[in-house]
T-cell receptor, first 113, second 115 residues
Framework: KQEVTQIPAALSVPEGENLVLNCSFTDSAIYNLQWFRQDPGKGLTSLLLIQSSQREQTSGRLNASLDKSSGRSTLYIAASQPGDSATYLCAVRPGFGNEKLTFGTGTRLTIIP | DVKVTQSSRYLVKRTGEKVFLECVQDMDHENMFWYRQDPGLGLRLIYFSYDVKMKEKGDIPEGYSVSREKKERFSLILESASTNQTSMYLC??????????????FGQGTRLTVV
């Protein structure tokens, strides 16, 4: 059974720093991996999706990488801002024809002004 | 933009009540999902539907049922609400296309409290 882990559970960094969030998964046979952001009490907002054949994806200050063989993905946030404070979740889609996502428990990020 | 809309942001219901959570998406997606989210447990899949009137159990279907009479609408039903069903409920949708770039889109969540 696929398990997805995000460590640390919480992270605080000063504004302006670059930071990396980690996501590990136990079964490398994934179709894609998606990073989400969740603000307190709200739904999930999709940030980036990396297909299994890709190594990385970029959107603005965000860069996500994928290493399937080692079961790892990272989300890099450049020049962090207080508005980046949120919980970040990663989710893997198991495979062709399997639509169900398996989620990590998230990293709660706080950017200190 | 894809929009997934859940009918309520907050609900308070009494133990034993029948509760309906509604979700509507406007992008003609075939797949729709219901998750619940609890601290320390993350998101867990309750039910999934890939077509009208089709449903599959997720990881924690006990105490829940679903209805999908129209493609755009997916309802989660708590037949007899219990306090252990107090949670954040999240609806999602995605295209049924066998491509690796298919994203899932989520609604804003419904915070349900059962008293």
């Amino acid at each position: 059974k696929q398990e997805v882990t995000q460590i640390p559970a919480a992270l605080s960094v000063p504004e302006g720093e670059n930071l990396v969030l980690n996501c590990s998964f136990t079964d490398s046979a994934i179709y894609n991996l998606q990073w989400f952001r969740q603000d307190p009490g709200k739904g999930l907002t999709s940030l980036l999706l990396i297909q299994s054949s890709q190594r990385e994806q970029t959107s603005g200050r965000l860069n996500a990488s994928l290493d399937k063989s080692s079961g790892r993905s990272t989300l890099y946030i450049a020049a962090s801002q207080p508005g980046d404070s949120a919980t970040y979740l990663c989710a893997v889609r198991p495979g062709f024809g399997n639509e169900k996502l398996t989620f990590g428990t998230g990293t709660r990020l706080t950017i200190i002004p | 933009d894809v929009k997934v809309t859940q009918s309520s942001r907050y609900l308070v219901k009494r133990t034993g009540e029948k509760v309906f959570l509604e979700c509507v998406q406007d992008m003609d997606h075939e797949n729709m999902f219901w998750y619940r989210q609890d601290p320390g447990l993350g998101l867990r899949l309750i039910y999934f539907s890939y077509d009208v009137k089709m449903k599959e159990k997720g990881d924690i279907p006990e105490g829940y049922s679903v209805s999908r009479e129209k493609k755009e609408r997916f309802s989660l039903i708590l037949e007899s609400a219990s306090t252990n069903q107090t949670s954040m409920y999240l609806c999602a949708s995605s295209l049924l296309i066998y491509r690796a770039d298919t994203e899932a889109f989520f609604g804003q969540g419904t915070r349900l409290t059962v008293v």
